[in-house]
């Protein structure tokens, strides 16, 4: 299995010098605080896989085009949206299995595309190794390297975006971007920020326009059939912690029999819907304990607000699940000021 050690083979090598304005280069050891750099997108992030996380992100935000490469050591899904002003664009750098966009297999020879407003869920497998790029809407349009037919395609895509497999078309944008990183990593002069900008866009625009001329049009993959449905169940799933009850008992039509619904966990999330759910809760659980506002509230409170009524079984859960306890996770709420004295009489949880 791949490590932080060498993930960090396949960044830059100006990476890890003194930090400049527009530049950020960190290693995590907890999934929450790499989420929380991307701040273009509502992501909503979820740890699949059982254990420690070790992660790095590498950002230049050098104006009218973000990139980010990202290594995450567990399994992590990912749902967001990007906003109504970017165009947002991703490729994978290493060889992975199970490497799903839209419930789609993904491969190194593919771009996944999603268009201002649009909606994307992605579960990327252990060790994962991605290159991503935010990019303003009304710059991309306005290039004059951009063919007019493929602004118009681009602006026409759906909610949840498009695959265009082209090895040539993801080789070149990967290695402008890695050219636009160096270049970023390597000037400590802020003047030349708009001129690493200028080439970025450049590089983007000019090498869709090209891959478009080339066949009269983009490769793209079709939608994974049954992927709505799934969505769909989750949503469901998530909101009503009875239904998988029902499910078992054959009272629901609207997610049909156990056993499909138990496929299509599998094929497009790779847990059964019970051991995703418990993940969720898990997470919703975190979120909770990290939040400053909750201070005042027991792990056991929190923890059966998330259905989790054996306390001892939670804590278990829990460790397992992010590599910690319960109350280690709490005290990351706690930096500077004392944890809360009260008590809940019903909490037995670490």
């Given at each position: 299995?791949?490590?932080?050690?060498?993930?960090?083979?396949?960044?830059?090598?100006?990476?890890?010098?003194?930090?400049?304005?527009?530049?950020?280069?960190?290693?995590?050891?907890?999934?929450?605080?790499?989420?929380?750099?991307?701040?273009?997108?509502?992501?909503?992030?979820?740890?699949?896989?059982?254990?420690?996380?070790?992660?790095?992100?590498?950002?230049?935000?050098?104006?009218?085009?973000?990139?980010?490469?990202?290594?995450?050591?567990?399994?992590?899904?990912?749902?967001?949206?990007?906003?109504?002003?970017?165009?947002?664009?991703?490729?994978?750098?290493?060889?992975?299995?199970?490497?799903?966009?839209?419930?789609?297999?993904?491969?190194?020879?593919?771009?996944?595309?999603?268009?201002?407003?649009?909606?994307?869920?992605?579960?990327?497998?252990?060790d994962a190794i991605t290159l991503a790029f935010?990019?303003?809407?009304?710059?991309?349009?306005?290039?004059?390297?951009?063919?007019?037919?493929?602004?118009?395609?681009?602006?026409?895509?759906?909610?949840?975006?498009?695959?265009?497999?082209?090895?040539?078309?993801?080789?070149?944008?990967?290695?402008?971007?890695?050219?636009?990183?160096?270049?970023?990593?390597?000037?400590?002069?802020?003047?030349?920020?708009?001129?690493?900008?200028?080439?970025?866009?450049?590089?983007?625009?000019?090498?869709?326009?090209?891959?478009?001329?080339?066949?009269?049009?983009?490769?793209?993959?079709?939608?994974?059939?049954?992927?709505?449905?799934?969505?769909?169940?989750?949503?469901?799933?998530?909101?009503?912690?009875?239904?998988?009850?029902?499910?078992?008992?054959?009272?629901?039509?609207?997610?049909?029999?156990?056993?499909?619904?138990?496929?299509?966990?599998?094929?497009?999330?790779?847990?059964?819907?019970?051991?995703?759910?418990?993940?969720?809760?898990?997470?919703?659980?975190?979120?909770?304990?990290?939040?400053?506002?909750?201070?005042?509230?027991?792990?056991?409170?929190?923890?059966?607000?998330?259905?989790?009524?054996?306390?001892?079984?939670?804590?278990?859960?829990?460790?397992?699940?992010?590599?910690?306890?319960?109350?280690?996770?709490?005290?990351?709420?706690?930096?500077?000021?004392?944890?809360?004295?009260?008590?809940?009489?019903?909490?037995?949880?670490?």
């Amino acid at each position: 299995m791949m490590n932080l050690e060498t993930a960090n083979l396949w960044f830059p090598k100006y990476a890890r010098q003194e930090p400049n304005d527009f530049v950020i280069d960190v290693s995590q050891s907890d999934f929450e605080m790499q989420t929380s750099l991307f701040d273009q997108s509502n992501v909503v992030h979820r740890q699949l896989t059982p254990g420690i996380f070790q992660g790095r992100v590498l950002c230049a935000m050098v104006g009218r085009v973000s990139i980010f490469m990202e290594f995450s050591s567990q399994a992590i899904e990912k749902q967001f949206s990007t906003p109504q002003d970017l165009f947002s664009f991703c490729l994978v750098l290493n060889d992975t299995k199970q490497f799903v966009t839209n419930g789609k297999l993904k491969s190194k020879d593919m771009l996944c595309v999603t268009p201002p407003g649009g909606e994307t869920t992605i579960v990327a497998p252990p060790d994962a190794i991605t290159l991503a790029f935010a990019v303003d809407r009304d710059a991309l349009l306005a290039s004059l390297v951009l063919e007019p037919q493929l602004a118009d395609w681009l602006m026409g895509l759906g909610r949840n975006g498009v695959l265009i497999r082209s090895v040539n078309l993801v080789q070149t944008l990967r290695d402008r971007m890695f050219a636009a990183l160096e270049i970023a990593l390597g000037t400590r002069d802020p003047e030349r920020r708009a001129v690493i900008d200028d080439i970025a866009l450049t590089g983007i625009a000019s090498a869709l326009t090209l891959e478009w001329l080339k066949i009269n049009g983009l490769s793209t993959v079709d939608r994974a059939r049954g992927f709505q449905r799934f969505e769909r169940a989750r949503t469901m799933l998530i909101n009503d912690s009875g239904l998988m009850d029902r499910v078992r008992a054959g009272l629901t039509r609207e997610l049909g029999s156990q056993r499909s619904l138990e496929k299509a966990f599998s094929d497009f999330a790779f847990l059964g819907p019970m051991a995703y759910l418990r993940v969720v809760r898990l997470h919703n659980a975190r979120h909770k304990l990290l939040d400053p506002e909750r201070a005042d509230e027991s792990i056991g409170d929190i923890a059966a607000e998330e259905s989790f009524w054996d306390w001892s079984r939670f804590t278990s859960y829990y460790r397992k699940q992010f590599g910690e306890l319960p109350s280690q996770t709490r005290q990351r709420a706690f930096e500077g000021k004392a944890p809360p004295a009260r008590r809940s009489l019903t909490s037995g949880v670490v």
